[in-house]
């Protein structure tokens, strides 16, 4: 069982930035994939960006340029820097891990973007 723990989020005005955390109790190295989603209010959850195990990143047409996913093997923690936010990012944003066949989800964190 892999626990993932996000942190971070708040309220943000537009243009503003943001850095969320999602630190796992398992190595991330183990791991497939780790991701980031979001889900808006009313809307289905979506792709934000993605790092493989071999480090290469994956956005969402959306948030390239302004998003940037990386990660600390030290600290097994997942970051997503997000700059130029727009009240369209607001949203809950989820840390994901894939190990194995599983895929294992965070409880999520509320970012708004509001003047």
């Known amino acids: 069982q892999v626990q993932l723990v996000e942190s971070g989020g708040g309220l943000v005005q537009p243009g503003g930035s943001l850095r969320l955390s999602c630190e796992a109790s398992?190595?991330?190295?183990?791991?497939?994939?780790m991701g980031w989603y979001r889900q808006a209010r009313g809307k289905q959850r979506e792709l934000v960006a993605t790092?493989?195990?071999?480090?290469?990143?994956n956005y969402a047409d959306s948030v390239k340029g302004r998003f940037t996913i990386s990660r600390d093997g030290a600290k097994n923690t997942v970051y997503l820097q997000m700059h130029s936010l727009q009240p369209e990012n607001t949203a809950v944003y989820y840390c994901?891990?894939?190990?194995?066949?599983?895929?294992?989800w965070g409880q999520g964190t509320q970012v708004t973007v509001s003047s």
């Open positions: 398992g190595s991330i190295f183990s791991s497939n994939a």
């Open positions: 790092i493989s195990r071999s480090s290469r990143t």
């Open positions: 994901s891990a894939g190990y194995g066949s599983i895929l294992y």
